[in-house]
């Protein structure tokens, strides 16, 4: 027989983990040009200026779904390092750059199915925030509930038409560079639009013409530290 203390423990228990199969997590990823499983087809090289596309795919929803906020940052740099270099003129896809007007994103994709149902509302902005482009999006819908499958949730399309190397006197130069991208936050919207987290891999991402070495998806650099900070990190 269970005593009161024990039998109110086990009914919290199970409270807590009634709620939180009732909001399961998904999880987001990246791949070029379509929608395939995780951690494959990340690594992209420049052959000719044409329109290249990033797909942001995710599974795991439950619950009724009414939309989602994506953000997207692309950034020369390493991705486990602060972006300190500029990014190349091709890739100036915000308002102020070469590409502005040059970036369309839609809410499906080739290789699964979209998340978003037809006739979606969607929005996006684009913007350059210190060293990175940050890619706003956000798509909202009428309540459903999706099934137990791999969902495409954006396709950007970034056109290269202007795009070249090196440094020409017009034109967006610097497409054999390194560009690295990533998701920055991912969230969907249930039916009271509150914003339930999307999970994704920090740290990793799509790469670009990676530089010879770490690339954008190399291990966490080293750097030479005195005992003394070392041994703050253990204070």
Same mark, same amino acid.
């Given at each position: 027989?269970?005593?009161?203390?024990?039998?109110?423990?086990?009914?919290?228990?199970?409270?807590?983990?009634?709620?939180?199969?009732?909001?399961?997590?998904?999880?987001?990823?990246?791949?070029?040009?379509?929608?395939?499983?995780?951690?494959?087809?990340?690594?992209?090289?420049?052959?000719?200026?044409?329109?290249?596309?990033?797909?942001v795919s995710a599974n795991?929803?439950?619950?009724?779904?009414?939309? !989602?906020?994506?953000?997207?940052?692309?950034?020369?740099?390493?991705?486990?390092?602060?972006?300190?270099?500029?990014?190349?003129?091709?890739?100036?896809?915000?308002?102020?750059?070469?590409?502005?007007?040059?970036?369309?994103?839609?809410?499906?994709?080739?290789g699964c199915g979209a998340?978003?149902?037809?006739?979606?509302?969607?929005?996006?902005?684009?913007?350059?925030?210190?060293?990175?482009?940050?890619?706003?999006?956000?798509?909202?819908?009428?309540? !459903?509930?999706?099934?137990?499958?791999?969902?495409?949730?954006?396709?950007?399309?970034?056109?290269?038409?202007?795009?070249?190397?090196?440094?020409?006197?017009?034109?967006?130069?610097?497409?054999?560079?390194?560009?690295?991208?990533?998701?920055?936050?991912?969230?969907?919207?249930?039916? !009271?639009?509150?914003?339930?987290?999307?999970?994704?891999?920090?740290?990793?991402?799509?790469?670009?013409?990676?530089?010879?070495?770490?690339?954008?998806?190399?291990?966490?650099?080293?750097?030479?530290?005195?005992?003394?900070?070392?041994?703050?990190? !253990?204070?």
């Amino acid at each position: 027989m269970r005593t009161p203390a024990r039998l109110a423990w086990s009914l919290l228990v199970a409270s807590l983990l009634a709620g939180s199969s009732a909001h399961a997590q998904p999880h987001a990823w990246l791949n070029w040009d379509a929608c395939s499983s995780p951690f494959s087809n990340l690594t992209k090289f420049f052959s000719s200026p044409t329109v290249v596309h990033e797909v942001v795919s995710a599974n795991g929803f439950s619950g009724t779904v009414t939309g !989602y906020v994506l953000k997207l940052v692309v950034q020369s740099d390493n991705l486990y390092n602060f972006p300190s270099n500029p990014l190349p003129d091709a890739w100036r896809f915000d308002g102020a750059g070469c590409q502005s007007g040059h970036l369309s994103i839609t809410p499906d994709g080739a290789g699964c199915g979209a998340l978003a149902p037809a006739g979606a509302t969607t929005f996006m902005s684009a913007g350059l925030v210190g060293q990175q482009l940050v890619i706003t999006y956000s798509v909202t819908f009428p309540p !459903y509930t999706p099934g137990a499958t791999n969902f495409v949730l954006a396709d950007l399309a970034f056109d290269h038409a202007l795009s070249a190397t090196g440094t020409p006197p017009s034109g967006c130069g610097g497409v054999e560079r390194q560009a690295c991208f990533s998701i920055q936050s991912a969230s969907w919207l249930d039916v !009271y639009l509150t914003a339930h987290p999307i999970s994704f891999e920090t740290f990793s991402g799509l790469e670009w013409q990676p530089s010879p070495g770490l690339g954008c998806l190399g291990d966490l650099p080293v750097q030479s530290s005195s005992w003394g900070t070392l041994k703050t990190l !253990y204070r």
